[in-house]
């Protein structure tokens, strides 16, 4: 079965740069027609789509986070990583990564990023 693990520092300084990795295994990430996207969800708020990248390496994200996000991948390792820049308090969330095709097939659990001094 496809399984999917965040990994990374739970505790953000304001100001610094948020870096998580997803570790995926049962597939790869480069066979096959899926996406690879990381989404979050902020305390007592819904899920927010933050950006994706896909089988082939090509990347798109939300217009709302564009500007501080960037998406890669290290083939080698079967695994995909979320940079996030600036953070804020409002960073604040549970971070998933998940397989997307038609629908999110496949996510992770979930790790607690805060962004807190």
């Known amino acids: 079965q496809v399984q999917l693990q965040e990994s990374g520092p739970g505790l953000v300084k304001p100001s610094q740069t948020l870096s998580l990795t997803c570790t995926v295994s049962?597939?790869?990430?480069?066979?096959?027609?899926?996406?690879w996207s990381w989404i979050r969800q902020p305390p007592g708020k819904g899920l927010e789509w933050m950006g994706v990248?896909?089988?082939?390496?090509?990347?798109y994200y939300s217009p709302s986070l564009k500007s501080r996000t960037s998406i890669s991948r290290d083939t080698s390792k079967n695994q995909f990583s979320l940079q996030l820049n600036s953070v804020t308090p409002e960073d604040t969330a549970v971070y998933y990564c998940?397989?997307?095709?038609?629908?999110?097939?496949?996510w992770g659990q979930g790790t607690q990023v805060t962004v807190s001094s």
């Open positions: 998940a397989r997307h095709y038609s629908d999110y097939d496949y």
């Open positions: 049962g597939g790869s990430i480069t066979i096959g027609y899926y996406a």
């Open positions: 990248i896909a089988h082939d390496g090509s990347t």
